[in-house]
């Protein structure tokens, strides 16, 4: 038997996925939630094997979601829209179904969760972060991050800077540290370059965070941020630093 | 645009410009040099009448940059030429007369030339004119064409963003699939939606932007519409539409309200979780129609991407439609979103 949770903001969509679903033995629907939030909470109570994502939904969309499992689950995106197929592509999704969808297009969706299911060996584990390359369209305005079960949304213009941990990056908003799965490159992509610059190979500011910059042993430099950090700005980053504030 | 253009008449092609120069040069110490034998004489004719022929020529190109093209027609041209070429003629002779220049011998000879020079002036100063004037002319209307084409390439532009929107299809997909999912369990309720969205996209396929309409008229398209959301998103999403009896009559353009409903509907199901409501309120105010749209809204989730857009399209169409930027005001306060729109009535 393999569970499913269904997230989809609007209830009739939810229930003609359940109807579909019940006429399936091998499936089982174990919850349906209508947002974000709680979806997140209901996948990690009910560790479920597939997940029927819609991609548009209230506050965090359902990439973002993504983002915050540490386990995700085999993913099927449900949504009207076409233009988030690369993005889901990118995300590994099983398969991404346009609403509205047939029964037959369905099973089709199923019979290779059941192929899946059979052999994991092709099942990448761990899903990248959002929007590599080609499904950047807008540089991102917000980050979804998580600490304990606790999900925050920080509009970039209050994240003060970025810096390489390990396999994550701390994201420093308003004076806390938020760790997320992710490269420094990709954050130096998906940033407004205007707003946010790579001044060290581990670390991104926000420029308007910025109150001085000083010069420190012989090629280097400091940057001073409004709230007291510090932070070393190399050779070729302080170039672009100077880029990007034209000085 | 028009810089470039004196930019380009006072600098552009000067080696033609001297070459011409140096031929009425040539010319007039030839005709004089005959008419009277005189070497010295011939040079000093040739210079200042070369001179006064430059001065000329930019005193009417002068002329012709400031004067609006295309009301320059040939006659007042010649005119000018003519008024141009006497007042140039008359000045020379003035400059003669002096003792240290003057001849009455040549003075004598100026005069009875002065027909011919008059003659010989005209024809040139209207060459001239026409030569500078053409050059403009088809300079402009290389611009003008360019602009045509831009306005055209916009307007084509703008037109299939509207078709677009007016198709939405989004939220054709997604009502579609909610009909979907009502047919198994509550045939009539799909049957009701079907008709719901088959009068909402007659009622706005045969709507023109560029008409206008009563405010009940356009109520009943928002009426509609906020049904069919109604029915997608459950119980979720609540509304209010405010409508009194003396705003009932009043005109506006078609879709402008629409436009903000339908924004307000999508930040507010987008930007909050909970339960929402869309509060609409229309009230006559003087000499205004003024409509209230209000969503709830968190500052805290960042703007979406794309927020903003049809706020900005439509502040585009009133300004196009009423040359004013303040008849839409935007608020955010204590998590209500209100975006307030004014349409003057003119009768």
């Given at each position: 038997?393999?569970?499913?949770v269904i997230?989809?903001d609007?209830p009739?969509?939810r229930?003609?996925?359940?109807?579909?679903l019940?006429?399936f033995?091998d499936?089982?629907?174990?919850g349906?939630f209508?947002?974000g939030?709680?979806?997140f909470k209901?996948?990690?109570?009910?560790?479920?094997?597939l997940?029927?994502?819609d991609?548009?939904m209230?506050?965090?969309n359902?990439f973002?979601?993504?983002e915050?499992?540490?386990?995700?689950p085999?993913?099927?995106?449900?949504?009207?829209?076409?233009?988030?197929?690369?993005?889901?592509?990118?995300q590994?999704a099983i398969d991404?179904?346009l609403k509205?969808?047939?029964?037959?297009?369905?099973?089709?969706?199923l019979?290779?969760?059941?192929?899946?299911?059979?052999?994991?060996t092709?099942?990448?584990s761990k899903v990248?972060?959002?929007?590599?390359?080609?499904?950047?369209?807008?540089?991102?305005?917000?980050?979804?991050?998580?600490?304990?079960n606790?999900?925050h949304?920080l509009?970039?213009?209050t994240?003060?800077?970025?810096?390489?941990e390990?396999?994550?990056v701390?994201?420093?908003?308003?004076?806390k540290g938020?760790?997320?799965?992710?490269t420094?490159?990709?954050?130096e992509?998906?940033?407004h370059?205007?707003e946010?610059?790579?001044i060290?190979?581990?670390?991104i500011?926000?420029?308007?965070?910025?109150?001085?910059?000083?010069?420190?042993?012989?090629?280097?430099?400091?940057?001073f941020?409004?709230?007291?950090?510090?932070?070393?700005?190399s050779?070729t980053?302080?170039?672009?630093l100077?880029k990007?504030l034209?000085? | 645009?028009?810089?470039q253009?004196k930019i380009?008449?006072?600098?552009?092609?000067p080696?033609d410009?001297?070459?011409?120069l140096?031929?009425?040069?040539?010319?007039?110490?030839a005709c004089?040099?005959?008419?009277?034998q005189?070497?010295e004489?011939a040079?000093?004719?040739?210079?200042?009448?070369?001179?006064a022929f430059?001065?000329g020529?930019?005193?009417?190109?002068?002329?012709?940059?400031?004067y609006?093209?295309?009301?320059f027609?040939?006659?007042p041209?010649?005119m000018f030429?003519?008024v141009i070429t006497?007042a140039?003629?008359?000045?020379?002779?003035?400059?003669?007369k002096g003792?240290f220049?003057?001849?009455?011998?040549?003075?004598?000879?100026?005069?009875?030339s002065?027909?011919f020079?008059?003659i010989?002036?005209?024809?040139?100063?209207?060459l001239a004119?026409?030569?500078?004037?053409?050059g403009?002319?088809?300079?402009?209307?290389?611009q003008m064409m360019?602009?045509g084409e831009?306005?055209?390439?916009?307007?084509t532009?703008a037109?299939?963003?509207y078709?677009?929107q007016?198709?939405?299809?989004?939220?054709?997909f997604?009502s579609?699939?909610?009909?979907?999912a009502?047919?198994?369990r509550?045939?009539?309720?799909?049957?009701?939606?079907v008709q719901g969205?088959?009068?909402?996209?007659?009622?706005?396929?045969n709507?023109?932007?560029?008409?206008?309409?009563t405010?009940?008229?356009?109520m009943?398209?928002?009426?509609?519409?906020?049904?069919?959301?109604k029915?997608r998103?459950?119980h979720?999403?609540t509304?209010?539409?405010v409508v009194?009896?003396?705003?009932?009559e009043?005109?506006?353009?078609?879709?402008?309200?629409?436009?903000?409903v339908?924004?307000?509907?999508?930040?507010g199901?987008?930007?909050v979780?909970?339960?929402?409501l869309?509060r609409?309120?229309?009230r006559k105010?003087q000499?205004?129609?003024?409509?209230?749209?209000?969503?709830?809204t968190?500052n805290?989730?960042g703007?979406?991407?794309g927020?903003?857009?049809g706020?900005?399209?439509?502040?585009?169409r009133?300004?196009?439609?009423?040359?004013r930027?303040?008849?839409?005001?935007?608020?955010?306060?204590?998590?209500?979103?209100s975006?307030i729109?004014?349409?003057?009535q003119?009768?």
């Open positions: 038997m393999i569970r499913c997230i989809d609007e009739l969509a229930e003609l996925l359940a109807d579909y019940a006429s033995t499936f089982e629907v174990v349906a209508q947002d939030f709680e979806g209901g996948i990690a109570e009910l560790k479920p094997d997940l029927f994502l991609i548009e209230p506050k965090i359902g973002e979601l993504l915050l499992l540490d386990e995700p085999k993913v099927i995106f449900t949504t009207a829209y076409d233009t988030y197929a690369i993005q889901a592509f990118d590994q991404y179904l509205p969808f047939s029964k037959e297009r369905l099973r089709q969706a019979e290779k969760v059941s192929r899946e299911v059979q052999d994991p092709e099942f990448p990248r972060a959002v929007s590599e390359d080609l499904s950047v369209r807008d540089y991102l305005r917000r980050i979804v991050v998580k600490s304990g606790r999900i949304i509009p970039v213009d994240i003060h800077f970025f810096s390489a390990g396999d994550y701390k994201i420093v908003s308003e004076g938020y760790l997320k799965l992710g420094m490159g990709h954050f992509k998906v940033l370059p205007n946010f610059t790579r060290h190979r581990s670390h500011v926000n420029v308007s965070m910025i109150s001085k910059i000083e010069p420190f042993q012989k090629e280097n430099f400091l940057v941020l409004k709230d007291g950090t510090q932070l070393p700005v050779k980053g302080m170039g672009r100077r990007t034209r000085i | 645009m028009e810089n253009l380009h008449k006072l600098t552009g092609e080696l410009h001297i070459a011409f140096l031929m009425v040069f040539a010319s007039i110490l004089s040099f005959f008419w009277h005189q070497w004489w040079i000093q004719d040739a210079i200042m009448s070369t001179l430059g001065l020529v930019f005193i009417l190109n002068m002329i012709l940059y400031y609006p093209i295309g009301k027609r040939t006659w041209a010649l030429s003519l006497i140039l003629v008359f000045a020379c002779r003035l400059l003669w003792e220049l003057g001849d009455p011998e040549f003075l004598r000879l100026f005069e009875e002065l027909p020079r008059v010989v002036g005209l024809l040139l100063f209207h004119g026409l030569i500078i004037l053409s403009k002319t088809s300079l402009k209307e290389f360019q602009q831009l306005r055209q390439k916009l307007s532009d037109e299939l963003h078709l677009r007016q198709m939405q299809p989004h939220f054709l997604n579609l699939n909610s009909i979907n009502l047919l198994a509550q045939p009539e309720k799909a049957r009701e939606m969205l088959a009068d909402f996209y007659r009622e706005n396929l709507k023109d932007p560029k008409k206008w309409e405010l009940t008229r356009e009943k398209v928002i009426g509609q519409y906020l049904e069919l959301e029915i998103f459950g979720r999403l509304y209010e539409l009194p009896a003396e705003a009932d009043l005109k506006l353009p078609s879709l402008l309200i629409q436009t903000l339908e924004n307000a509907v999508k930040h199901l987008y930007g979780t909970g339960d929402i869309i609409i309120e229309a105010e000499q205004y129609l003024e409509v209230t749209v209000q969503n709830p968190d805290q989730s703007k979406a991407s927020t903003g857009f706020l900005d399209s439509l502040e585009r009133l300004f196009l439609i009423f040359g930027k303040d008849l839409l005001t935007l608020r955010n306060s204590a998590g209500i979103f975006a729109i004014k349409i003057p003119t009768n």
